[in-house]
């Protein structure tokens, strides 16, 4: 376990709706960094924040958004959501310091 | 572009049995590059991180080797185990670019009896 937890652990939503996910970052790490995961591919970057901004953006169009809290839990929010959306979305929290990323279970949404 | 390509794309062996897995990249400015295991629906968990500076490292039965120069990547599994079955993903890390890691599509290993 990597004290990274995600929520839900699935969603299924329809074409055009917005969804919000949840990533809980292990103790002490105050970045997190949220990847895009199609069946069989590699994740995909889409963006990290460090203390409550954004730090560094894939190439994810603008419906993709993010929050981190106060916290450091962070939630990746996707609006007019397509069918090429479906995918395991995973979150990783890390310190600035090091470069450890410690990745959730991941949240496995389905777009129909 | 920056790319991380791996080789095979699927293996498959038998318990006890060693194995290599490749990664070549075209990521410049290089940070580090990892290697990550996954299991099937769960998030990667990381094996080793290698800065340039790093020929080898070990992580119990899994040794990475990084050769810089050529922009590649091995990563070598000993007496493997059924519960080495997973995808084994290598990860380079651009430097100074906001911690993007840029991920090869992964080698899905199979152990079997």
């Known amino acids: 376990e990597t004290g990274v937890t995600q929520s839900p652990t699935h969603l299924i939503k329809t074409r055009g709706q917005q969804v919000t996910l949840r990533c809980s970052s292990q103790s002490g790490h105050n970045t997190v960094s949220w990847y895009q995961q199609a069946l069989g591919q590699g994740p995909q970057f889409i963006f990290q924040?460090?203390?409550?901004?954004?730090?560094g953006r894939g190439n994810f169009p603008p419906r993709f958004s993010g929050l981190q809290f106060p916290n450091y839990s962070s939630e990746l929010n996707v609006n007019a959501l397509e069918l090429d959306d479906s995918a395991l979305y995973l979150c990783?929290?890390?310190?600035?310091?090091?470069?450890?990323?410690?990745f959730g279970p991941g949240t496995r949404l389905t777009v129909t | 572009k920056n790319q991380v390509e791996q080789s095979p794309q699927s293996l498959i062996i038998l318990e006890g049995k060693n194995c290599t897995l490749q990664?070549?990249?075209?990521?410049?400015?290089?940070?580090?590059l990892r290697w990550y295991k996954q299991d099937t629906g769960r998030g990667p968990v990381s094996l080793t991180i290698m800065t340039f500076s790093e020929n080898t490292k070990s992580n119990g039965r899994y040794t990475a080797t990084l050769d810089a120069d050529t922009k590649q990547s091995s990563l070598h599994i000993t007496a493997s185990q059924l519960s080495d079955s997973a995808s084994y993903i290598c990860v380079v890390e651009a430097y100074n670019q906001g911690g993007k890691l840029i991920f090869g599509q992964g080698t899905e290993l199979s152990v079997k009896p």
């Open positions: 924040y460090y203390r409550e901004e954004e730090n």
């Open positions: 990783a929290s890390s310190s600035l310091l090091r470069r450890e990323q410690y």
């Open positions: 990664c070549n990249y075209t990521v410049s400015p290089f940070s580090n």
